[in-house]
């Protein structure tokens, strides 16, 4: 093998700086912060579904509320957590509780890196920024 | 053996004929569920469409600013001023003669001659605009007739605006939102490269009220209602009145009536000047 001496460090040089921003997060700690959400001040406690359920799966309730109403014209839901009937709309229900975009939409689709276009369109409530 | 060979195909020719007596009575079932179905639909079921009492809109009456200006606040329509390229209209007006062209009124009524005329979507029974569109961003409602929109779906292609023979639709050549006065929360605004035009304020009607234009009204200027139901409104004012609709020969079958009696008459058959003011939450 020719300059093998060279192509070994070169490799060790590249490993080390392909891995590095492991190395840097793991010796400096840096844990980002998880997001803080601004939980609705008009007093209401229950969402449309249980807390987890909307946590992980909003994106899929929001889209079949989209279908429901756009397409086949029907506009109230009925929790399967409470039974309760809920305006299938995101301006009215959602963000009737929710009333500040900045603190609670944006606060964790920021922080996962995701855009959604909701807001292309729907208009955010107002006194929100 | 013989015997046994005899009996096969007994058999076989007996199933034979079962299997196609049973099939073509099926067939005829179908086919007579068909027709009953078909019978259903043009009978029963909900049509929902307009009358607009031309009568009843005097040349210069503020009235049709009124209704345009309802519309299109409700519903988040930009203005741009007299960019005409760039216009995006939901309900707008024309003169009688350009908005009846295709009927070459020669010597023509003159009151009638110029008249303001209100023009919106005709929500047609047989909607071309809904034909050609390759994502059924666009549809006609089986439930009421509504040839509606999903702004979710729309490509921006603009195949329905070539499409629609009455310039109904709008193309969002820009940004809207920058064109909006003043934005209503509730209905949501459109974005660049989304085509738009008037649902006959279905989101209304879905909470129990009457089309924005309508309820601009003071004096059933506009009917709404269903055409499918022969005691309805709209209905009584078509057995009555002499009405016409745009471009009829055309076929797609345009469910806005327009009343061009001479108004004249109109006095003798006026009801009183009530009008029911439909309650419920309005968009705030």
Same mark, same amino acid.
């Not at chain 1, 964790?108 to 890196?113: L, N, P, V």
């Not at chain 1, 855009?115 to 929100?128: F, Q, T």
């Not at chain 2, 047989?126 to 050609?132: A, H």
């Not at chain 2, 660049?192 to 085509?195: A, N, Y």
């Given at each position: 093998?020719?300059? =093998? ?20 997060? @793991?010796?400096? *700690? ?36 989209? *279908? ?5 014209g029907q506009? +109230?839901?009925v ?16 963000? +009737? &509780?929710?009333?500040?975009?900045? %603190?609670?939409? %944006?606060a &964790? ?5 995701v ?14 920024n | 053996? +013989? ?8 058999? #076989? ?17 179908? =086919? #007579? ?16 469409g ?10 210069n009456d @503020? ?6 200006? /309802? &519309? ?11 960019? #005409? ?35 919106l979507?005709?929500?047609?029974n ?7 569109c ?5 549809w006609?409602?089986? /439930? %009421? ?12 292609c ?16 820009? +940004? ?15 974005m660049?490269?989304?085509?738009e ?9 879905? !909470?129990?009220?009457e ?5 601009? &009204? ?45 108004? !004249?008459?109109?006095?003798?058959? /006026? ?5 029911e ?6 968009h #705030?």
């Open positions: 093998m020719y300059d =093998a001496g060279k192509i070994i460090v070169g490799i060790v040089v590249f490993v080390v700086l392909a891995t590095s921003p492991l190395w840097f997060n @793991a010796l400096t *700690e840096a844990t980002p912060e998880a997001p803080k959400l601004t939980l609705p001040t008009n007093g209401s406690t229950e969402c449309v579904e249980a807390t987890g359920y909307m946590r992980a799966s909003h994106m899929d309730l929001l889209n079949q509320w989209r *279908e429901q109403v756009v397409r086949t506009r +109230d839901y929790s399967s957590s409470s039974g309760k009937v809920f305006d299938m709309s995101l301006s009215r229900t959602c963000m +009737d &509780c929710h009333s500040n975009k900045a %603190d609670f939409c %944006d &964790c689709h920021t922080y996962m890196a855009s959604p276009y909701c807001w292309d369109c729907h208009v955010e409530p107002k006194g929100a | 053996m +013989d015997g046994n060979r005899r009996d096969f195909l007994k058999l #076989a020719g007996l199933t034979a004929l079962g299997a196609t007596g049973a099939s073509s009575i099926n067939a005829t079932t179908a =086919a #007579a569920s068909t027709v009953e179905s078909q019978a259903e639909a043009s009978t029963g079921g909900v049509r929902l307009m009358v607009i009492d031309l009568r009843k809109f005097s040349k @503020a009235l049709i600013e009124r209704c345009i200006e /309802a &519309c299109h606040a409700a519903h988040n329509v930009p203005d741009f001023g007299d960019d #005409a390229k760039n216009e995006v209209k939901w309900i707008w007006s024309e003169d009688f003669e350009t908005a009846f062209h295709s009927q070459e009124f020669h010597y023509i009524r003159e009151d009638l001659k110029g008249k303001p005329t209100l023009l979507c005709n929500h047609c047989n909607p071309p605009c809904t034909r050609v390759p994502t059924q961003a666009t006609k409602r089986e /439930a %009421d007739g509504i040839v509606m929109m999903d702004w979710h779906r729309c490509i921006g603009r195949y329905c605006v070539v499409a629609c023979p009455y310039g109904s639709r709008s193309f969002n050549w820009k +940004d809207p939102r920058p064109a909006i006065d003043e934005i209503t929360p509730d209905y949501p605004t459109r660049r490269g989304v085509v035009k008037c649902t006959f304020c279905e989101e209304r009607i879905s !909470r129990g009220l089309p924005a234009c309508v309820e601009a &009204c003071s004096n059933d200027e506009i009917v709404f209602g269903n055409l499918n139901d022969p005691d309805s409104k709209v209905r009584q004012l078509l057995a009555e009145r002499m009405a016409i609709r745009r471009k009829s020969g055309l076929g797609t079958q345009p469910e806005v009536y327009y009343i061009i009696d001479d108004p !004249r008459t109109l006095q003798e058959t /006026a009801p009183a000047a009530v009008v003011v439909a309650e419920g939450g309005d #705030a």
